[in-house]
């Protein structure tokens, strides 16, 4: 009986094996991050360590250097090929997955008015109220009264003004509408609410020595400055007197002695540039 040994043939490795060991450790490289945090790169998205990629960058120069060198032997190249796929194995075997979350998208967002300018009447005896009207795409408002007129014009969440009574002046509301899940931030806009000097009360007339009739009336918060005016009843002819915005009393000169007149006061705002109605008329007999 004859034994028949078995023998192991090694292939040598050809320069274009190397070739290809090359090629393909770039191309598992191609389009992957190198980062040593996973917050950074796409959730899903795959990414290398540092240490793996710079492991594979050194074997790839190493077979590069082989492969340029023409008096390398067969075996520097069997080594190269072998020790290149070795890395481009542990490299892929190694690759992390990212953890980022991607930004959602936001949409546009805009403001709707319904007016930009609102124009009132100061009333003297009551609180006015009107809803501003306006809108976004987002559906959320926020509003802000400028300082010149806080305490005086108020706007609700729900876009409710509110002009407290007995004032005159200009507000302006800034409306905001700040983004949210789902929107961006819209550019604000302006409201202005301009609110006419209103009709003032019946003024107060008392007698005084020497023919003279002291007038005094209930003042307008935000009035610049007031009108007196004073006649006999019979006459047409008005005598008018402007007054400082800082007083609520007036004397008249010298006046007929047992004749009536009629006496009115008026407020004016300079921010509406506006005057407002004649008060009632208060009649009063001049006795002293």
């Not at 067969?74 to 090929?81: H, L, P, R, S």
């Amino acid at each position: 009986v004859s034994s028949v040994s078995s023998v192991t043939v090694t292939v040598a490795a050809s320069t274009d094996e190397l070739s290809a060991a090359i090629a393909s450790a770039k191309a598992a490289q191609s389009g992957i991050a190198v980062t040593d945090d996973a917050s950074t790169v796409a959730a899903g998205a795959k990414y290398a360590p540092a240490a793996v990629s710079a492991a594979l960058d050194s074997a790839i120069a190493d077979a590069e250097a082989v492969l340029g060198d023409a008096d390398a032997s067969q075996g520097e190249v069997d080594n190269a090929v072998t020790t290149l796929q070795a890395a481009t194995a542990t490299y892929e075997a190694s690759l992390e997955v990212g953890t980022k979350t991607a930004s959602k998208q936001l949409s546009a967002n805009t403001i709707k008015l319904r007016k930009s300018t609102f124009v009132k009447t100061a009333n003297r005896t009551r609180a006015q109220t009107f809803a501003l009207g306006a809108s976004s795409t987002s559906g959320k408002l926020v509003y802000s009264v400028g300082k010149a007129a806080s305490g005086s014009v108020s706007v609700s969440a729900a876009g409710k003004v509110t002009i407290e009574k007995n004032w005159t002046g200009k507000a302006t509301i800034t409306v905001k509408s700040p983004a949210t899940s789902t929107h961006k931030a819209a550019a604000s806009k302006s409201v202005v609410v301009k609110v006419k000097a209103g009709k003032l009360a019946t003024p107060k007339v008392v007698n005084v020595k020497t023919r003279k009739l002291e007038i005094s009336w209930s003042k307008m918060a935000g009035a610049d400055k007031y009108q007196v005016r004073y006649k006999r009843v019979a006459a047409k002819k008005w005598t008018a007197k402007n007054l400082a915005g800082t007083k609520a009393t007036w004397t008249t000169g010298k006046l007929a002695r047992g004749k009536t007149y009629r006496v009115q006061v008026r407020a004016y705002d300079k921010e509406t540039k506006t005057w407002g109605a004649w008060s009632p008329a208060k009649k009063v007999k001049v006795r002293k």
